[in-house]
């Protein structure tokens, strides 16, 4: 259709646009580029080179020269508002000739990038909503990060990375991430997000969808044609006989089973079936099948470094744990990723480091002393004071806990840590963060927080998070023992260091239907009790006397009378101490030196 008015239009102008002819002229136009506004487009010949310049009185831009080009390629993209120049016949030519008109609103788009994208754009977010291999999205994120040689700039959907890019080229991590449908979102209108899109791919606009509906007595048959005739709805007079069941998002589903079984090994179920992982015992570079699809970013905050687990989903039983990155029938989203509201996040930032002290704030930060000697009462208040309008901190509580040791379960498909990271690390101290460091992959293609443990020092870090286990065992909030009843909380700001039980009830702590087993000895840890209602949490039920430390969960439980804290992980105890090694018998006053704390954070 030929355009009459330039009123509410977006241009993308070619690389090169024709100024052979073009005289001095002002043409009277509203238009924003670059995020300024202007009020006048002109074309301006000069002795050597034949200039446009964007002005608003008293100033003027020079967008392009016959010479050099555009001066900023944001230049080549104006959206229109009006002006008393918007239906001159000879501007709507000369544009329609040297640019694109671009869409005014991406609702109902289809956009399918190339298979090069130019990163052109970095660390912008764009709320648009929008859907990809039946997974709902709400955001389209460039997301760059400084690297020794570089920066790599990745393009995210909400936190899924699907196409990185290192300066000289890069690569979707899956082809079927390149089509998006998009149905909203405050950016539709948003010119330089259109302008980037119409650049790197193809636009389709919405085709119509026109309904008709068939009725043959009181049978009606509803349906809404695109292409083939397909029956969505059947009716027998109001009531309906039959509905076309949407498809269920596709994504991966990892699970294993033998929980009950004394052999601390499991079979992998569900997408995990035929996935393993290796140590390479020169390097200490641990690869896993699960590296492609665990996309847990290093995420740097002023004087913070975190490890950004996006949200998962699970489904658990007495034998059995699965984790999802989609909702599907059966699952739940997992409580770690549950703000204080009952709203779902996105991810749960995890301090890649054991916290120090900066003053009178925890922080995680490598090449520091990991602070031990501080109550799990002032490890909460040196964490609150980071707070900000944006984030919530805390230190490990028991949600984090739980899913730590499901992911680690799934990923090893083992309960015994020494499977994993042998036994040479039991006499690490880990008094200085950071070790992991230099253990980076870099035989891998894509960005990704890995498993690894260093072949000197031993320290260890899984997906990123350095010394999980090993270098001390960490204080866990958000749970408290009253002798081997347990209550647990949800909400960051509720968590206290109670005297009795009625501070946990009154702070809306929730009593799990299993108590802790009598277990002064440190037994073997023996059953993770399950509460249907709270089955995101996981805490030892049942122990075996077994004292050499190699059935079930091959770590010990240690439990104590009154009212409790709780640490888990090891220090330097040797083989009955793990990752699932807990501890129920400090109380929340104790500062010791081999317990210390990890700062955490969830978005408000």
């Known amino acids: 259709m030929a355009v009459t008015d330039l009123t509410n239009t977006i241009w993308l102008f070619n690389d090169t646009v024709d100024l052979e002819d073009a005289e001095l002229i002002d043409f009277g136009l509203n238009f924003k580029s670059n995020n300024v506004t202007y009020d006048t487009f002109s074309f301006s010949p000069g002795r050597t080179s034949t200039f446009i310049y964007y002005s608003v009185s008293p100033s003027r831009t020079q967008a392009y020269s016959t010479s050099a080009g555009w001066a900023n390629t944001s230049y080549k993209v104006i959206s229109i508002t009006g002006g008393y120049d918007a239906t001159n016949s000879h501007l709507i030519s000369w544009l329609t000739n040297n640019a694109t008109l671009l869409p005014s609103d991406l609702t109902g788009y289809t956009w399918t990038g190339n298979s090069t994208l130019t990163m052109s754009l970095t660390d912008d977010i764009f709320n648009i909503n929008f859907t990809n291999n039946d997974v709902n999205y709400s955001s389209f994120r460039f997301v760059t990060s400084p690297v020794p040689d570089g920066s790599l700039i990745f393009l995210n959907y909400d936190f899924t990375t699907v196409y990185q890019d290192y300066g000289v080229g890069g690569f979707w991590f899956d082809d079927f991430y390149k089509t998006i449908n998009i149905t909203g979102g405050s950016d539709v209108t948003n010119s330089t997000l259109i302008a980037w899109l119409e650049e790197n791919g193809t636009l389709t606009a919405p085709q119509p969808q026109p309904s008709a509906s068939i009725s043959i007595g009181n049978l009606s048959l509803a349906k809404s044609f695109i292409g083939d005739i397909e029956v969505s709805k059947i009716f027998l007079g109001n009531v309906k006989l039959y509905e076309k069941q949407a498809p269920q998002p596709t994504g991966w589903t990892f699970g294993v089973s033998g929980l009950t079984n004394s052999n601390p090994a499991l079979t992998r179920t ?70 204080e509201s009952g709203n779902e996040m996105n991810y749960f930032d995890v301090g890649k480091y054991k916290a120090y002290m900066n003053g009178s704030k925890l922080e995680s930060k490598a090449n520091k002393t990991a602070y031990g000697s501080i109550s799990i009462t002032n490890g909460r208040t040196y964490a609150r004071a980071n707070n900000t309008s944006s984030y919530q901190y805390l230190i490990d509580d028991i949600r984090l806990v739980s899913f730590i040791w499901m992911l680690w379960m799934v990923v090893f ?22 070790n992991t460091d230099s253990l980076v992959n870099n035989n891998l293609t894509y960005p990704r927080s890995i498993c690894a443990q260093d072949p000197t020092t031993h320290s260890f870090k899984f997906f990123g998070i350095e010394d999980i286990v090993g270098a001390g065992r ?63 949490i996981m805490y030892p039920s049942e122990a ?18 009154g009212i409790k804290a709780f640490c888990f992980g090891a220090y330097s105890f040797y083989a009955h101490e793990g990752l699932f090694c807990c501890s129920s018998n400090g109380d929340f006053s104790t500062a010791n030196g081999t317990v210390r704390l990890r700062l955490c954070r969830q978005p408000i």
């Open 413 to 434: 498909a083992t309960r015994n840590t020494e499977d994993v990271m042998g036994t040479s690390w039991y006499s690490y101290s880990g008094a200085t963060t950071g």
């Open 474 to 536: 960490e204080w866990v909030d958000g749970i408290a023992f009253n002798n081997l009843d347990i209550y647990v909380a949800y909400k960051p700001s509720t968590y206290i260091s109670p005297s009795k039980v009625s501070n946990l009830t009154d702070a809306g702590y929730i009593k799990l239907s299993y108590a802790q087993v009598n277990n002064s000895s440190g037994y073997t840890i023996k059953t993770m009790g399950l509460d249907n209602d709270n089955a995101a």
């Open 270 to 339: 569900d997408d995990a079936v035929g996935k393993t992982w290796s140590k390479n015992s020169s390097t200490g570079l641990i690869s896993t099948d699960f590296d492609e699809d665990f996309n847990f970013e290093e995420v740097v905050d002023g004087n913070n470094t975190f490890i950004r687990i996006p949200k998962m989903y699970y489904k658990r039983t007495t034998d059995t744990i699965q984790l999802s990155d989609h909702s599907q029938t059966g699952f739940e989203v997992h409580s770690l990723f549950v703000d």
């Open 544 to 561: 075996t006397t077994d004292t050499n430390y190699n059935t079930y969960y091959c770590d010990a439980q240690y439990t104590g009378s």
